[in-house]
């Protein structure tokens, strides 16, 4: 894990490094200023990162900050909403100009898109139900099967540790097959986990496992040149509103904790 971050850290700081010029035609941020709106594309159904309240306006941690990114690019926040596997085709075929969506980074990823410093720092949590006294540890999944969006970093790590993945569409989704004995566990984050309580306190689930070490969300974009200014910008901000303690205070308002400090 530490030479995985390592690996990280030193492609981060070769992307902040790039300073060669930008080809109007194709720089992403001068395109976003172009038409006054970066376009950010996020599931709009995982509570706390972006669902719906009561009144079926879209909010949640990400939101928030993809709307102070915005205004502090001096653009509109447009926001697109899609099931996971619709965000990074989206983001590919230039419909989104960023995801902002609770996205970890992985080697796999790193190999396809570029991403901003980290804005959150989370431990996955397997939830399983209250009286599951099979499973104590990430080992204990081979052979299990599990609940989560295919695709999405939770699946891979379930998968890796030999489990067999169901594919669902969103969280409610996978905590229901849990809760119906249809699936042994689900991969979360664990602050989703804590968020899913307190708003099911009767729910009867419980943390079997958490991560060791914490996991690094981020904002991807389409990898090369044309969003190194963006990502540069993005940076910024994001740099900004951690030493402001903005950004801890946000992440405080949506999930009880300080997600910013490691």
């Given at each position: 894990m530490k030479k995985f971050r390592m690996l990280i850290v030193i492609s981060l700081l070769m992307l902040s490094g790039c300073t060669k010029g930008n080809d109007t035609q194709t720089d992403t941020l001068q395109q976003i200023k172009n038409k006054n709106e970066i376009i950010i594309a996020t599931e709009g159904t995982w509570q706390p990162w972006s669902y719906h309240n009561e009144d079926n306006e879209l909010v949640g941690y990400d939101v928030e900050l993809g709307q102070l990114i915005a205004e502090k690019l001096g653009v509109k926040a447009t926001f697109v909403e899609a099931e996971w596997d619709s965000l990074f085709a989206?983001?590919?075929?230039?419909?989104?100009?960023?995801?902002?969506?609770?996205?970890?980074?992985?080697?796999?990823?790193?190999?396809?898109?570029?991403?901003?410093?980290?804005?959150?720092?989370?431990?996955?949590?397997?939830?399983?139900?209250?009286?599951?006294?099979?499973?104590?540890?990430?080992?204990?999944?081979?052979?299990?099967?599990?609940?989560?969006?295919?695709?999405?970093?939770?699946?891979?790590?379930?998968e890796h540790y030999g489990a067999t993945t169901t594919g669902v569409d969103d969280l409610n989704q996978t905590i229901e097959l849990v809760l119906q004995n249809r699936v042994d566990a689900t991969l979360n984050a664990e602050v989703t986990y804590y968020d899913y309580m307190k708003v099911h306190p009767e729910a009867s689930l419980k943390i079997a496992a958490l991560t060791d070490e914490s996991s690094l969300v981020s904002i991807p974009m389409r990898k090369g040149q044309e969003s190194t200014a963006l990502n540069q910008e993005i940076n910024k901000i994001i740099d900004e509103m951690i030493q402001s303690g903005e950004l801890s205070q946000l992440s405080i308002k949506y999930f009880g904790t300080d997600l910013v400090s490691e």
């Amino acid at each position: 894990m530490k030479k995985f971050r390592m690996l990280i850290v030193i492609s981060l700081l070769m992307l902040s490094g790039c300073t060669k010029g930008n080809d109007t035609q194709t720089d992403t941020l001068q395109q976003i200023k172009n038409k006054n709106e970066i376009i950010i594309a996020t599931e709009g159904t995982w509570q706390p990162w972006s669902y719906h309240n009561e009144d079926n306006e879209l909010v949640g941690y990400d939101v928030e900050l993809g709307q102070l990114i915005a205004e502090k690019l001096g653009v509109k926040a447009t926001f697109v909403e899609a099931e996971w596997d619709s965000l990074f085709a989206g983001l590919d075929s230039k419909r989104y100009d960023i995801v902002i969506n609770g996205v970890e980074i992985t080697d796999e990823r790193l190999e396809k898109y570029d991403f901003s410093n980290p804005y959150a720092f989370i431990k996955t949590a397997i939830i399983v139900k209250s009286d599951n006294d099979e499973i104590h540890s990430y080992d204990d999944l081979s052979g299990k099967q599990t609940a989560n969006t295919l695709a999405s970093t939770y699946a891979t790590l379930a998968e890796h540790y030999g489990a067999t993945t169901t594919g669902v569409d969103d969280l409610n989704q996978t905590i229901e097959l849990v809760l119906q004995n249809r699936v042994d566990a689900t991969l979360n984050a664990e602050v989703t986990y804590y968020d899913y309580m307190k708003v099911h306190p009767e729910a009867s689930l419980k943390i079997a496992a958490l991560t060791d070490e914490s996991s690094l969300v981020s904002i991807p974009m389409r990898k090369g040149q044309e969003s190194t200014a963006l990502n540069q910008e993005i940076n910024k901000i994001i740099d900004e509103m951690i030493q402001s303690g903005e950004l801890s205070q946000l992440s405080i308002k949506y999930f009880g904790t300080d997600l910013v400090s490691e």
